[in-house]
């Protein structure tokens, strides 16, 4: 009680002087702040003095780990824009996850880091994720479970959902769930599976397995995971060798000029994917077949099967492109059956035409092409 008492006279009587010097004044804040954190029914709601020195006292501590013990103490009216800096900020880790937990306190927290996940700034999406993975709370882990099923996000912010997920015990559990239900977005499957295989439990590592099977290599050998491959470096002049040659990703792909066109121009690719999306797109190509080059298997009248792309469609024809890049129209009334296909015409099985430095060559040259 005398403690009590002794405070709150400090407090009022600091709280109304008037102070000349800004380092008194901050002094003064500081006394104040110190002592209220020391009382823990003091209402200080209606003193519009010690308010003010506490939102001074916060505005000297923004964009470091004092604020966020202050913010956590006092909660600011502007803490959710404060602490949204921090995480984007250059801060350390420590910081940002200490951050991003208060923020995910706050009411109405959770859905401003939704909103943040869903921000149009994809690096500030993939950050949230890469943050909130790091705190790994029931919460983040809840959040993160719905990022990573949701495929509509860009892949770079999906993909730190997956990797926070497989860096967490109740987080592996969310990713055998997905994977199980096939709500995981395919193309983070080979992602997701490279993580779990090295789970430190020995049940996820078997279920990861049979659900999210990695890739060999033509000698039998695993694949390293992806996300240790994209850490890696290849030779790019050996790669374009077997991107035109072995390989036969020219047969496909054009790039500045060389090449046959039945999967998408890749001259700028280096600019659109990161290394592990590459990986993805060979290793597991119906993974993200885009809406423009959806295969179909056409079967006519005359007992023939067609597999390639639709490249048009007239009221009397279609035009089905195959993976030799040979065109075949198609009257309509010769079709006896049309599906589409569930997998790309690009090969899942191209990686066994080269070895794993191949794989990494390969990808060297892809991160080379860019808009010149
Ligand atoms: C038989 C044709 C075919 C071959 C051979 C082929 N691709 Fe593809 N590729 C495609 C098609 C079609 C797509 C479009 C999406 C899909 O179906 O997966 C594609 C997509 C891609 C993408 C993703 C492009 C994007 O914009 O997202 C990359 C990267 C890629 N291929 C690289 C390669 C490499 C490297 C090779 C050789 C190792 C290769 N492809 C061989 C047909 C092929």
């Keep these: 009680m005398i403690r009590f008492l002794s405070c709150l006279g400090l407090i009022t009587i600091t709280a109304h002087c008037i102070w000349a010097d800004d380092s008194l004044r901050a002094r003064n804040d500081a006394i104040i702040v110190r002592a209220l954190e020391r009382m823990d029914n003091y209402d200080y709601s209606q ?155 020995k049940n996820i590592r078997e279920l990861a397995g049979k659900l999210l099977p990695q890739p060999q290599q033509k000698n039998r050998q695993p694949l390293e995971p992806i996300d240790k491959l994209a850490q890696r470096r290849g030779d790019a002049a050996a790669g374009m060798q077997l991107f035109r040659g072995t390989a036969t990703c020219a047969n496909c792909h054009i790039v500045d000029g060389f090449g046959k066109e039945v999967g998408p121009n890749l001259s700028e690719i280096g600019g659109k994917l990161s290394r592990e999306a590459m990986l993805t797109s060979i290793l597991d190509p119906s993974a993200g077949i885009s809406h423009n080059y959806e295969n179909y298997v056409v079967l006519t009248d005359a007992g023939q099967v067609i597999v390639g792309l639709k490249m048009s469609e007239t009221p009397n024809e279609i035009l089905i492109r195959t993976a030799e890049a040979v065109d075949h129209k198609i009257p309509l009334n010769e079709i006896e059956q049309i599906k589409k296909s569930e997998k790309s015409i690009m090969p899942d099985d191209l990686h066994l035409t080269f070895d794993q430095k191949g794989l990494l060559d390969i990808v060297e040259y892809m991160t080379k092409l860019k808009s010149k």
């Design 47 to 201: 003193d519009a003095h010690v308010q003010q020195a506490i939102s001074r006292h916060l505005g000297r501590h923004e964009g470091t780990a004092e604020y966020v013990a202050l913010a956590r103490r006092f909660r600011p009216a502007d803490m959710q824009e404060k602490l949204t800096a921090l995480i984007f900020s250059d801060v350390g880790d420590s910081i940002k996850v200490d951050a991003a937990g208060l923020l995910g306190d706050a009411e109405n927290g959770p859905q401003t880091i939704r909103q943040l996940l869903k921000s149009e700034s994809q690096d500030q999406a993939a950050e949230t994720a890469r943050v909130l993975a790091l705190l790994g709370n029931g919460r983040a882990i809840s959040i993160l479970g719905d990022v990573a099923r949701d495929g509509e996000r860009p892949y770079q912010v999906r993909r730190h959902a997956v990797a926070g997920l497989a860096r967490n015990r109740n987080g592996e559990k969310v990713l055998i769930q997905l994977a199980e239900s096939k709500e995981l977005t395919a193309d983070t499957r080979l992602l997701a599976g490279g993580l779990l295989a090295r789970s430190g439990d």
